[in-house]
């Protein structure tokens, strides 16, 4: 039976053989924040499909192709779309793709989001960076036996968010004038959107915002020692911080109106990486 990091340097070795250099830095974009990858020059776009043992992406918002070529003079992979666990992947699943890609040899990951916001001074469209997270996802996705070619057993986490990339994140929305908030990103299983009284559970115990992905790749970038720069977009706030319900629609709608910032950003980042 084919093992895990057979099948990932499978898919490593596929996406290889089809690019002309390997990336340096990976950028995973979430819900409706897929027009990034347009910016992409000298494009080589592979369907999720194509690539073997890739997981497909079903959820609106997300193209579901790898596509690789140069941002700001920096060689980049750009993932249109993820596998969720809510969707009924395992998460050996679910983080295929990052293991993939760092056996790829990226250095760093870009991590986004769409998120709902906890923090009350958050406003809709905010831009976050994840200083820290939560996993509330009921399970890690390095249980099982460990595979000493993707990690150690037990790697820490005392950083999983690289402060050099988090203060880079920073000079990059200087320059462009924009205001960046920080935070600490919940990560849960989904995908019914969270309780009122869940939210307030979030508040008391360190929350600022609420999403369904982000951080199994994350445990699994550092475990293979990549750096990880998150990312969040405050699409809509959680539920019950207004009188409203919640709907994905709204997500699509917000990240669609600061997709220029946000790719701005982006650029920023990517072009200031060493």
Same mark, same amino acid.
Not at 71 to 89: I, T
């Given at each position: 039976m084919?093992d895990?990091y #057979?099948?990932? +340097?499978?898919?490593? $070795?596929?996406?290889?053989?089809?690019?002309?250099?390997p990336?340096?830095i990976?950028?995973?974009?979430?819900?409706?924040?897929?027009?990034?990858?347009?910016r992409v020059a000298?494009?080589v776009?592979l369907?999720?499909d194509?690539?073997p043992?890739w997981?497909q992406?079903?959820?609106?918002?997300h193209a579901g192709?790898l596509? /690789?070529?140069?941002?700001?003079?920096?060689?980049?992979?750009?993932?249109s779309?993820?596998a969720?666990?809510?969707?009924?992947?395992p998460l050996?699943t679910?983080?295929?793709?990052? +293991?993939?890609?760092a056996?790829?040899?990226v250095?760093a990951?870009?991590? *986004?989001n769409?998120a709902?916001?906890i923090?009350?001074?958050?406003?809709?469209?905010?831009l /976050?960076v994840?200083?820290?997270?939560?996993?509330?996802?009921g399970?890690?996705?390095?249980?099982?036996?460990n595979?000493?070619?993707?990690?150690?057993?037990f790697?820490?986490m #005392?950083e999983?968010?690289?402060?050099?990339?988090?203060a880079?994140?920073h000079?990059?929305?200087?320059?462009i004038g924009?205001?960046?908030a920080?935070?600490?990103?919940?990560?849960?299983?989904?995908?019914s959107?969270e309780?009122?009284?869940?939210i307030r559970?979030?508040r008391?115990?360190?929350? $600022?915002?609420?999403?369904?992905? #982000?951080?199994p790749?994350?445990?699994?970038?550092?475990?293979m020692?990549?750096?990880?720069?998150?990312i969040?977009c405050? *699409?809509? /706030?959680?539920a019950?911080v207004?009188?409203?319900?919640?709907d994905?629609?709204?997500?699509?709608?917000?990240?669609?109106r600061v997709?220029?910032?946000?790719i701005?950003?982006l650029?920023g980042?990517?072009?200031g990486?060493?």
């Amino acid at each position: 039976m084919t093992d895990d990091y #057979t099948r990932v +340097r499978h898919a490593a $070795d596929f996406v290889r053989e089809r690019i002309s250099a390997p990336p340096q830095i990976a950028i995973v974009l979430g819900s409706g924040l897929g027009e990034f990858a347009a910016r992409v020059a000298d494009a080589v776009a592979l369907p999720y499909d194509a690539i073997p043992g890739w997981p497909q992406s079903t959820v609106v918002g997300h193209a579901g192709q790898l596509v /690789m070529g140069i941002v700001q003079g920096r060689r980049v992979a750009v993932l249109s779309g993820r596998a969720h666990f809510y969707e009924g992947h395992p998460l050996s699943t679910v983080v295929f793709a990052t +293991r993939a890609i760092a056996t790829l040899g990226v250095k760093a990951i870009i991590l *986004t989001n769409a998120a709902g916001g906890i923090n009350t001074s958050f406003s809709q469209g905010a831009l /976050m960076v994840i200083d820290d997270h939560l996993n509330l996802m009921g399970s890690n996705p390095l249980v099982g036996p460990n595979d000493d070619r993707f990690g150690a057993r037990f790697p820490d986490m #005392t950083e999983v968010y690289s402060k050099r990339l988090r203060a880079l994140a920073h000079r990059a929305a200087d320059a462009i004038g924009l205001d960046l908030a920080h935070g600490v990103y919940a990560g849960l299983h989904g995908p019914s959107y969270e309780t009122p009284a869940e939210i307030r559970y979030l508040r008391a115990i360190g929350a $600022d915002a609420v999403g369904m992905s #982000t951080v199994p790749e994350a445990i699994v970038a550092r475990h293979m020692g990549v750096e990880v720069l998150g990312i969040s977009c405050i *699409t809509n /706030m959680a539920a019950g911080v207004l009188p409203k319900v919640l709907d994905h629609a709204e997500v699509m709608e917000t990240a669609q109106r600061v997709r220029g910032s946000f790719i701005a950003l982006l650029e920023g980042i990517v072009g200031g990486f060493d």
